[in-house]
């Protein structure tokens, strides 16, 4: 092996997802992984209603999703993204088009994961994939809760007119 595999392997590996799909599972991953791509603030990855066919894992920096600038108002940051977090996976999976914009923050790399690239995964590490399937899952879940949390939130503060207990 490379060491720009092992270092991609390792990046993987200390990513939330490697907590699903352990060392061996981004070593494989790491054999299918696609290009890094250094950005920079402002640029952005892919678009709203771009069709998706490649997700991401951040290597480095910050990305947001965004909803983007108006005439009746600027662009909204909705979430920031992090090291290791992974980005489009949702979109990637369902064959959907993107439902926000993805931009970097500032100087960023992402490393990504085309849909071509990971047939032969399929076939060759379907273990790999269903410990993938779980990560994704759990984020999911991660994010209903944090909607949820939000919402009762929300509906305390117009509930009580918004005075804190």
């Known amino acids: 092996m490379t060491d720009q595999h092992n270092d991609i392997a390792a990046a ?12 061996r599972g981004a070593e494989v991953l790491a054999a299918f992984a696609g290009e890094q791509t250094a950005m920079r603030a402002g640029e952005f990855l892919f678009h709203e209603g771009d069709y998706a066919s490649t997700f991401y894992i951040v290597i480095s920096g910050q990305l947001a999703f965004v909803k983007k600038a108006t ?10 993204l992090e090291k ?5 996976e949702l979109s990637f999976i369902d064959g959907h088009q993107y439902t926000l914009s993805c931009a970097a923050l500032g100087d960023a790399v ?6 071509g690239d990971l047939s032969q995964l399929v076939e060759e590490h379907p273990r790999v994939i269903y410990d993938f399937m779980r990560a994704i899952i759990a984020r999911v879940h991660q994010t209903r809760a944090s909607i949820s949390r939000q919402h009762l ?7 009580t007119g918004g005075k804190r207990q």
């Not at 992402?110 to 849909?115: E, Y």
């Open 153 to 159: 939130e929300l509906a305390d503060y117009i509930a």
């Open 71 to 80: 005439a009746k108002r600027p662009q909204l940051v909705l979430h920031v």
């Open 84 to 88: 290791g977090d992974l980005v489009g």
């Open 12 to 23: 993987i590996h200390d990513a939330p997802i490697g907590s699903f799909v352990g060392r």
């Open 110 to 115: 992402v490393l990504s994961f085309k849909v």
